[in-house]
């Protein structure tokens, strides 16, 4: 079955960075473009950085463009996201999924939580 293990949260101040990393399971990784999403309490789950299988193309909400950038391991069936220059209302929980997963319809991990304080 289809699991997400996302890691790499924590609390930072702004202007600060992380790195978020997911490790995916139970489905072919190197085929399906990936993306990571996050979510607010009382919001729904946005995506904000996609890439195409084997890493062919990349895009960002308006967000967090010029700041984040997600790139995949297909090695290791990793999908990462480079978080630098944060600012508080970064402050989520990450999630990482397949491009078109919905929430309610596809697997989802239990995410990891970004804190920036400002």
């Known amino acids: 079955q289809v699991q997400l293990a996302e890691s790499g949260g924590g609390v930072v101040q702004a202007g600060g960075s992380l790195r978020l990393s997911c490790v995916a399971s139970g489905f072919a990784f190197s085929s399906n473009a990936m993306a990571w999403f996050r979510q607010v309490p009382g919001k729904e789950r946005e995506r904000v950085a996609t890439?195409?299988?084997?890493?062919?193309?990349?895009s960002y909400s308006d967000a967090v463009k010029g700041r984040f950038i997600i790139s995949r391991d297909d090695t290791k069936s990793t999908v990462y996201l480079q978080m630098n220059n944060l600012k508080p209302e970064d402050t989520a929980v990450y999630y990482c999924?397949?491009?078109?997963?919905?929430?309610?319809?596809?697997?989802w991990g239990q995410g990891t939580q970004v804190t920036v304080s400002s």
């Open positions: 999924n397949r491009l078109n997963a919905q929430v309610g319809r596809n697997p």
């Open positions: 890439l195409t299988a084997r890493g062919g193309g990349r």
